[in-house]
């Protein structure tokens, strides 16, 4: 019983607030949102076979809760939310993350209730639990994006629907380069496609890969070739041009029709030197403005498209279109 009580107390100390809760995410979101901000966290609770569908339901039942409860106000907050954490917790879904908070974070728990502040080691569930669930306050979820950076938007919101990853301890590396693979990675999860568990046949694309799923998915689908040589390019930096490419095939995939306007396209200063098979794309998808050029209105076809222009790129085709 004691350890119930310092469990429910802890989690209204790292829950309250003075404004009213509104979702702002849902529970699928909000748990990629805690992966990335408190990797930690999951990997402590998933000590005790807490698998992240677990994680997600518990946040999508207290958002559930949270919502319902109208008379929810600055004055009545605690024991309100105290309410809610008891039933949510004690639900027969949330038993093993129940058991899980109390193994794990019960002498960091009874710290926090003598110092009434919140430890440093719970600063980042605390911080995320308040964006994600009451809808408040401001987070930055990679520590190398940010909230000035250009593609900040997308590839914040790009990564809070799963679509795409950081490189490990909030780390994004905006300005790194592409592979083919990793983009064709962002495309499969972009589409909403299941991942394949056919073989393709590529030389250079080994079948226990972490990428093999989601090539034959994107290839299976009409939406990549390889380079030539029986081969997908595994490795190979994706060139911008190539990019246009395959974010074009994605747009007539769903149904996406482009007025044929050059405007753009005839600004480009090295428009020549776009391969024939890339012009179209890249005409089609500059004039509406999908993807873009640089400040000396070149475009640059042959150059490695960056992760900040792969987010920026793949943003704008499936969330402004």
């Given at each position: 019983?004691k350890?119930?009580?310092?469990?429910?107390?802890?989690?209204?100390?790292?829950?309250?607030?003075?404004?009213?809760?509104?979702?702002?995410?849902?529970a699928?979101?909000?748990?990629?949102?805690?992966?990335?901000?408190?990797?930690?966290?999951?990997?402590?609770?998933?000590?005790y076979?807490?698998?992240?569908?677990?994680?997600s339901?518990?946040?999508?039942?207290?958002?559930?809760?949270?919502?319902?409860?109208?008379?929810?106000?600055?004055?009545?907050?605690?024991?309100?939310?105290?309410?809610?954490?008891q039933?949510v917790l004690?639900s027969?879904?949330?038993n093993?993350?129940?058991?899980?908070?109390?193994?794990?974070?019960?002498?960091v728990?009874?710290?926090?209730?003598?110092?009434?502040?919140?430890?440093?080691?719970?600063?980042?569930?605390?911080?995320?639990?308040?964006y994600?669930?009451?809808?408040?306050?401001?987070?930055?979820?990679?520590?190398?994006?940010?909230?000035?950076?250009?593609?900040?938007?997308?590839?914040?919101?790009?990564?809070?629907?799963?679509?795409?990853?950081?490189?490990?301890?909030?780390?994004?590396?905006?300005?790194?380069?592409?592979?083919?693979?990793?983009?064709?990675?962002?495309?499969?999860?972009?589409?909403?496609?299941?991942?394949?568990?056919?073989?393709?046949?590529?030389?250079?694309?080994?079948?226990?890969?972490?990428?093999?799923?989601?090539?034959?998915?994107?290839?299976?689908?009409?939406?990549?070739?390889?380079?030539?040589?029986?081969?997908?390019?595994?490795?190979?930096?994706?060139?911008?041009?190539?990019?246009?490419?395959?974010?074009?095939r994605?747009?007539?995939?769903?149904?996406?029709?482009?007025a044929?306007?050059?405007?753009?396209?005839n600004?480009?200063?090295?428009?020549?030197?776009?391969?024939?098979?890339?012009?179209?794309?890249?005409?089609?998808?500059?004039?509406?403005?999908?993807?873009?050029?640089?400040?000396?209105?070149?475009?640059?076809?042959h150059?490695?498209?960056?992760?900040?222009?792969?987010?920026?790129?793949?943003?704008?085709?499936?969330?402004e279109?």
């Amino acid at each position: 019983m004691k350890k119930f009580v310092v469990l429910i107390l802890m989690l209204v100390l790292l829950l309250s607030t003075v404004a009213s809760a509104q979702t702002k995410y849902n529970a699928n979101e909000n748990y990629n949102i805690l992966r990335i901000t408190f990797p930690e966290f999951i990997d402590r609770v998933q000590q005790y076979d807490v698998p992240d569908r677990d994680i997600s339901s518990f946040l999508n039942d207290l958002n559930e809760k949270l919502d319902a409860d109208e008379k929810l106000t600055s004055g009545n907050f605690r024991s309100r939310m105290a309410s809610a954490m008891q039933t949510v917790l004690l639900s027969g879904p949330h038993n093993r993350l129940f058991n899980a908070l109390i193994s794990e974070y019960f002498q960091v728990v009874e710290t926090m209730l003598v110092t009434k502040e919140i430890p440093p080691e719970l600063q980042p569930l605390y911080d995320t639990v308040r964006y994600c669930v009451l809808g408040e306050g401001e987070i930055q979820l990679f520590n190398d994006v940010e909230k000035s950076h250009w593609a900040v938007k997308y590839i914040e919101e790009l990564a809070i629907r799963g679509v795409i990853n950081g490189v490990g301890g909030r780390v994004f590396e905006p300005e790194e380069n592409v592979t083919r693979e990793q983009f064709v990675k962002m495309m499969v999860d972009a589409m909403g496609w299941e991942k394949s568990g056919n073989e393709i046949d590529f030389d250079d694309a080994d079948s226990w890969a972490w990428y093999y799923k989601y090539v034959a998915t994107a290839y299976e689908n009409g939406l990549i070739a390889g380079v030539g040589g029986n081969r997908f390019g595994v490795g190979e930096n994706i060139t911008r041009q190539d990019m246009a490419v395959i974010l074009y095939r994605a747009a007539e995939m769903r149904e996406i029709e482009f007025a044929s306007d050059d405007t753009m396209f005839n600004k480009f200063t090295d428009k020549n030197n776009i391969a024939s098979y890339a012009r179209d794309a890249v005409m089609l998808l500059s004039g509406a403005g999908i993807i873009r050029g640089y400040e000396d209105s070149s475009f640059a076809p042959h150059n490695h498209l960056t992760r900040a222009e792969a987010a920026r790129v793949i943003y704008a085709l499936f969330y402004e279109m």
